[in-house]
C-alpha cells in the first residue's frame, strides 16, 4: 500500500499556495533568506482541480493494508509547526494539460535580492 500512494503522489500535480506574503520564516526558507520574491496571484483552477483544505495536526495519519488512507488525505495533514504558512492546495492527477488561470496581480521582492534579480523583475 505504501508504494502505491507513494505512486500516486508522484503522479499527483499540487498547487500549494500561503494565504499571506509578510510571513518571515517563508522569506528566509522558502525564499533562500530574502533573495527570492513572493508573487500575489489570483487562481482560478478548471473543475479538474480539487480543492484541499490544509489541517494542520499533532496526530500522524497512520499508514497500514486496513485504513482507508488516500493521497488526498495525506496531502491534506501537516504538523501544526507549519501553522504559520497558512496554505491552501489544489490538487489534480497527472496530465499533461496544467488547465489552471493564473492572473499574476504583484511581485514582492526580498530585501537581499541581488540587483541583477531585481533588474530581472523591473
Request: aromatic share 8%; net charge positive; with cysteine.
Amino acid at each position: 500500500m505504501l508504494q502505491e500512494l507513494k505512486n500516486k503522489k508522484a503522479n499527483t500535480h499540487i498547487c500549494s499556495l500561503s494565504k499571506r506574503l509578510n510571513i518571515g520564516l517563508m522569506w528566509s526558507m522558502c525564499a533562500d533568506g530574502h533573495k527570492g520574491c513572493c508573487i500575489e496571484c489570483s487562481v482560478t483552477p478548471a473543475t479538474t482541480w480539487k480543492k484541499i483544505k490544509v489541517d494542520y495536526s499533532e496526530n500522524a495519519m497512520l499508514l497500514n493494508d486496513e485504513n482507508d488512507a488516500d493521497v488526498n488525505k495525506i496531502l491534506g495533514v501537516k504538523s501544526p509547526q507549519w501553522q504559520y504558512e497558512e496554505d491552501g492546495r489544489f490538487i489534480k492527477e497527472y496530465s499533461k494539460k496544467i488547465d489552471m488561470k493564473i492572473r499574476i496581480n504583484r511581485i514582492y521582492l526580498g530585501m537581499n535580492m541581488s540587483r541583477k534579480e531585481v533588474k530581472f523583475y523591473k
